[in-house]
């Protein structure tokens, strides 16, 4: 079960939560960060800006889950907290439009 799936309409957004074990939270969040993820004791919790609108919130979670699939949480978190942009959040981003690409593909 991955994003794959889930962009392909396969599962739905809560089937992937419950798989990586996550759950969304909306917060009224500073105007230049969409959401963020972090892990504590096993839980992933993706904070999504609640100004954002219906569009941009469902892009936010799909690039914080994009996060928890590349696994790359422990060392990203440092970085999510400095609210600073780095590699990762390109790779978040270039995972998902490579989805879209595959899927993109095989419908042709
Ligand atoms: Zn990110």
Redesign the pocket.
Known sequence: MNIYNLLKKEITQQDLLNYYNATIVYDSLPDFI????FNYRGINTIIVNSNLSYYNKRKTIL??L??IELSQLNQ?DKD?FNFKINK??DE??KYIKSILEVIKWKKI
Do not use: F, K, Q, S
């Open positions: 969409n959401g963020l993820v690039h914080e994009a996060h990203i999510l990762y959040e978040a981003d």
